[in-house]
């Protein structure tokens, strides 16, 4: 079955960090860009950012620039998001995508056709 399997999600205090990771499942993506997506109770998706899958290129939303670092480790087969100086309004269920050979256009929907379950990440005091 192909899926992606995420983890590392949970509960941190606003300042604190968190690594999510994001593996694939029954398939290869060393070719495919990944993208990380999050959503929060009664908002849009949003895109958080995306890395390439050459030169490890990476592109992040506003809100997360400067906070958050997108890796990618092939000797691992993962995909990480670090997430820094968190905030509360970063508290949403975060999923990582993939299928797509580019980051370039990332945030349209159905530019990835292959979606993680999705972790929760709560940032509260």
């Known amino acids: 079955q192909v899926q992606l399997v995420e983890s590392g999600g949970g509960l941190a205090q606003p300042g604190g960090s968190l690594r999510l990771s994001c593996s694939p499942s029954?398939?290869?993506?060393?070719?495919?860009?990944v993208g990380w997506f999050r959503q929060a109770p009664g908002k849009e998706r949003e895109g958080v950012g995306c890395?390439?899958?050459?030169?490890?290129?990476?592109d992040y939303g506003n809100s997360v620039k400067g906070r958050f670092i997108i890796s990618r480790d092939k000797a691992k087969n993962a995909v990480y998001l670090q997430m820094n100086r968190l905030k509360p309004e970063d508290t949403a269920v975060y999923y990582c995508?993939?299928?797509?050979?580019?980051?370039?256009?990332?945030?349209?929907?159905?530019?990835?056709?292959?979606w993680g379950q999705g972790t929760q990440v709560t940032v509260s005091s």
């Open positions: 995508a993939t299928g797509s050979f580019k980051c370039l256009g990332y945030r349209h929907p159905g530019h990835f056709g292959t």
């Open positions: 029954g398939f290869a993506w060393d070719y495919y860009a």
């Open positions: 890395i390439g899958s050459g030169d490890g290129s990476t």
